[in-house]
């Protein structure tokens, strides 16, 4: 079965002073050891360097450098793959869309949710309740 992980799950393991940290960094690392196949989508990466960079958005923001190279670690691993939209991408979109009616901040987590439709990944390690608006996928939420 194959994973994917959420911006947010990220962002608690880069900065050592919150209290998610360890917990986030576990499932990291658990993630990054495999053998499962995890997708890594653009969308993931790029709210992470937008909100880890950020100095009014992120307590300890991390240079462009070291937010880089967090992602390439991860993107290293033989199991580990990217993936972004393709051509059913906006029909699993709009199929989403008409379920969950997904507006406002809601409308990045119905992306990432037809991105993992679109490629068969069927669960998010992600602290967000609100995927739960989505019967398609499974959430392991490694703080629960």
Avoid: C
Wanted: charged share 25%; net charge neutral; no cysteine.
């Amino acid at each position: 079965m194959s994973r994917t992980i959420d911006a947010n799950i990220l962002l608690y393991a880069s900065d050592t002073s919150l209290a998610e940290h360890a917990k986030a960094r576990r499932a990291i690392d658990d993630l990054a050891a495999g053998p499962g196949l995890v997708y890594l989508f653009w969308p993931v990466v790029m709210a992470y360097l937008r909100i880890s960079t950020h100095p009014s958005v992120f307590a300890r923001p991390l240079a462009l450098t070291q937010a880089v190279a967090n992602i390439e670690q991860l993107l290293a691993r033989p199991h580990v793959r990217t993936a972004g939209e393709g051509e059913a991408f906006w029909r699993r979109f709009r199929e989403l869309a008409d379920d969950a009616n997904p507006a406002g901040n809601l409308v990045p987590d119905a992306h990432l949710v037809a991105l993992m439709v679109e490629h068969g990944v069927r669960s998010i390690v992600t602290r967000d309740r609100d995927f739960r608006r989505f019967p398609q996928v499974s959430i392991e939420d490694p703080f629960a």
